[in-house]
């Protein structure tokens, strides 16, 4: 397993194959980060030519010599397949360590609880893919 930039259409296409995807994650946000200028990149976890997982990066400034590096609503990964999730981390810090990043905030798109309009909790099952 290894991690290597993506380009759109290849996101576009890992996106299509998903059953939820968070607005923060999508093409739509990447373009407008990129309109916005700021310093960002598509990941992806790839396996044997097969993309598992995939991601937004965005970079800012962190001290002189480091940077922060944000994922909105965390990767677009399979979060209970619990070997590959740790892969990818294990992963996603030595491919950060190289790029001088410093801290790492991520806040995966796991529904905690699902609720009715009135706002009482109606199931607690954490469906994710």
């Known amino acids: 397993m290894k991690i290597r930039q993506l380009t759109v259409q290849e996101y576009e296409e890992f996106l299509k194959q998903r059953t939820h995807v968070n607005f923060l994650q999508s093409v739509m946000e990447y ?16 396996d044997e030519d097969v993309i ?6 965005v970079y800012t400034r962190y001290a002189i010599l480091f940077y922060k590096c944000y994922v909105p609503r965390g990767l677009g990964i399979n979060y209970k ?9 294990v992963e996603l810090k030595k491919y950060l360590k190289k790029k ?5 905030t991520m806040d995966p798109d796991i529904v905690l609880n699902y609720r009715d309009r009135d ?5 607690t099952d954490h469906e994710v893919e």
Do not use: H, P
């Open 52 to 57: 598992y997982g995939a991601g937004i990066l």
């Open 100 to 104: 001088k990043v410093a801290v790492l």
């Open 81 to 89: 397949n619990k070997k590959r999730l740790e892969e990818a981390t």
């Open 119 to 123: 706002g009482n909790v109606i199931r």
């Open 31 to 46: 373009r407008k980060l990129q309109s916005d200028n700021q310093n960002k990149e598509i990941i992806g976890f790839v």
